[in-house]
């Protein structure tokens, strides 16, 4: 059965820190994995998406890397901001029952920027 | 870009009612599915849909709920009768076929509705 892992659980630093948040997995035959944001009480933002042929994915201040072998992704911000304050999930996809893909998503990690 | 609409954003029940939570995909996309995201928890799968049929339930999808696709357009997610336990924000996902297989796997996200069962 696939786990999904993510450290922290919580993070609090101050403006403009570069950051890393883990996500870890059990089961190294994914398709994809997802790092979404969540603000509290809505629904979730995709940030990034890396396919499993590709090692990472950059978005503006985001970079995310994906290490297959090992089951282990890493989201980097950079340079952050009290705007990034959200949760973060990390999602993986495989197959499920009935060749259908199928998400599997961390806990989270919450993420407080303070100015 | 194309979205998955959830309707309604919000949706009040007392419990035992029965609600249907509404989604339109994107056109052309087969694959469907929906997630439970009960407050402070993990994002957990419900169930997935393709063909007219479910493919793959989960323990939690049990004989209260219930999926269809009634019109060819929209998905439901119906619940029979609520329970306190039942509160959650849910999230329609949809995935399509193209020529190439990659596009399958990706699945997009409607903006969830949130249910309260008092």
Redesign the interface.
Known sequence: KQEVTQIPAALSVPEGENLVLNCSFTDSAIYNLQWFRQDPGKGLTSLLLIQSSQREQTSGRLNASLDKSSGRSTLYIAASQPGDSATYLCAVCFIGGGSNYKLTFGKGTLLTVNP | EPEVTQTPSHQVTQMGQEVILRCVPISNHL?F?W?RQILG?????LV?F?NNE???KSEIFDDQFSVERPDGSNFTLKIRSTKLEDSA?Y?C?T?GRFLRA?A????Y????T?LSVL
């Open positions: 694959y599915y997630y928890q993990k994002v957990e799968f997935s393709y479910i493919s793959e924000m999230f996902t995935s990659v399958k796997n990706i699945q996200f409607g903006a969830g949130r």
